[in-house]
């Protein structure tokens, strides 16, 4: 019987993030002082669990958020398939009044299942599902990984949640994001069910 505690969490904060910048699959930021201390802080309530692997983006703001971790030289790998998803020509943009109106536009249309539209230039929910599948495969195929840490962003970790918990994409905005939040799942047997969501306690102090 495969059982697989997996830690899955959002990046830590950017600047980005607090200017209210388009931050997608095209756009490398690092994490800010705020950033670093919210992985810090994750990092000292759960440096005592016997990670076996590590998993994170490409992207640099994913990895240095679990430095602490990785600096104990847990086994650490870089998939694509967790990037976020790109925003096309808004990545790295500011958005002006008028964008955010066709962003929400965007978001209603896919809560009403238009799950292959995207911005111009970018990914759809269904482009970053299909990518992420393979990342989850390779999850399930690895029945001696008993304990996982997974960091990667916003918009990507809602499409992964739905994909470990077999939601509807349409569901996808139900699951909530702070940076440096922490969903804990277990995977047993190839399913998935879901004991922790969205949870900051860690950063309370911070």
Not at 185 to 191: E, H, M, N, Q, R
Request: contains cysteine; aromatic residues 8%; glycine residues 6%.
């Amino acid at each position: 019987m495969q059982h697989t505690k997996i830690f899955l969490i959002r990046h830590g904060q950017t600047d980005y993030n607090l200017q209210g910048i388009v931050q997608g699959s095209g756009v490398d930021t690092s994490i800010n002082e705020t950033g670093r201390k919210q992985s810090l802080a994750f990092f000292n309530k759960y440096k005592d669990v016997s990670f076996d692997r590590i998993y994170t983006s490409v992207l640099q703001r994913s990895a240095q958020s679990v430095q602490p971790f990785i600096d104990l030289g847990i086994t650490w790998e870089k998939h694509e398939g967790l990037n976020e998803i790109s925003w096309g020509n808004n990545d790295g943009t500011k958005i002006s009044v008028a964008e955010h109106a066709v962003y929400n536009d965007v978001i209603k249309s896919w809560q009403e299942g238009d799950l292959e539209l995207k911005m111009a230039g970018g990914e759809s929910p269904m482009d970053v599902y299909r990518r992420q599948v393979p990342v989850y495969e390779l999850i399930k195929k690895r029945e001696d990984d008993k304990i996982i840490l997974i960091c990667m962003h916003g918009r990507a970790m809602r499409i992964f949640l739905c994909l470990l918990l077999n939601v509807d994409l349409i569901q996808m905005e139900r699951f909530l994001h702070h940076n440096l939040c922490l969903y804990q799942l277990d995977l047993v047997d190839g399913v998935c069910s879901l004991k922790l969501e969205n949870d900051i306690s860690h950063l309370e102090n911070n």
